[in-house]
C-alpha cells in the first residue's frame, strides 16, 4: 500500500533538502504503515513559469493529503486550485523584493539533487515573475477558500502585507505565530506541525 504523503515547496534560493524537510519527515514517519506520511520535496526550478508547471504535474501525480509552501514556495501553493495547502509567509510580490530578489548570481541555500552550487536570476526571471502575479488569485470561487490557510510570523519583514492580501481571498483562514520569516525548527515544532496534524486529523 502507497504511502499517505505531503507535498512541500521551498523557498527562494533552498531546496527539497531543507532542514524544515527533514524535522518532517522524522516526525511524520510514523510507527506503522498505516500511520506513516511521506514528505515529496521537489528541487523548484528558478523560472517561475516552468516552476509552477513542474509543481502541478507533480500534485497530479502524487495526489498529496497537503501541500505546504513557504516563502516563494507559498506563492506557487497558493495557486494550485482544490487541493489542501498550507502557505507559510507566502512571497505574493516576488518581483518587488529588490534587497533580496535581483538580477545577479546566487548561491544555493541547501543542496541541490543535480548538484549545482550557484544560479542566475534574470531581468526575464523577474519579469515572468511579474505577469505570475498579476493572475495568482484568479478563479478563487466560496467552495476554494476552505482549502488555503495561511501561516504568517509575526516578526516577518519580508511579508509585509501579504497577510491582509491573503485575508482578503481567503477570509478567516489564516494565523499569526511567533516567529519571523524563515522558519526555524522551534517554529516547524510548536506552529506547523500541529497545523499539519489539526488540518488532516492525525494523532
Known amino acids: 500500500m502507497d504511502s499517505k504523503k505531503i507535498v512541500y515547496l521551498h523557498g527562494f ?3 527539497g533538502q531543507s532542514g524544515t524537510v527533514e524535522m518532517l519527515r522524522k516526525e511524520f514517519l510514523g510507527t506503522s504503515i498505516q500511520n506513516r506520511i511521506s514528505i515529496v520535496a521537489p528541487d523548484i526550478p528558478v523560472e517561475p513559469t516552468e516552476a509552477l508547471k513542474m509543481i502541478r504535474a507533480l500534485v497530479e501525480k502524487e495526489q498529496p493529503l497537503l501541500v505546504i509552501g513557504t516563502s516563494m514556495g507559498g506563492m506557487y501553493a497558493q495557486q494550485l486550485r482544490g487541493v489542501e495547502r498550507i502557505c507559510v509567509n507566502p512571497s505574493f510580490r516576488m518581483s518587488q523584493l529588490y534587497s533580496h530578489f535581483h538580477v545577479g548570481k546566487y548561491k544555493w541555500l541547501n543542496p541541490r539533487k543535480n548538484g549545482e552550487l550557484e544560479f542566475h ?6 519579469e515572468r515573475f511579474k505577469e505570475m502575479e498579476a493572475h495568482q488569485f484568479d478563479n478563487i ?5 476552505l482549502f488555503c490557510h495561511g501561516l504568517f510570523g509575526d516578526s516577518d519583514p519580508l511579508a509585509g502585507d501579504n497577510r491582509e492580501t491573503f485575508e482578503r481571498y481567503y477570509p ?7 516567529g519571523g520569516h524563515r522558519l526555524n525548527a522551534e517554529a516547524v515544532k510548536t506552529t506547523l506541525i500541529p497545523y499539519i496534524r489539526k488540518i488532516l486529523q492525525c494523532p
Do not use: A, F, L, Q
Open 13 to 15: 534560493g533552498s531546496s
Open 121 to 126: 536570476v534574470y531581468k526575464e526571471t523577474i
Open 141 to 145: 470561487d466560496e467552495v476554494e477558500t
Open 172 to 178: 478567516g483562514m489564516s494565523m499569526v505565530y511567533p
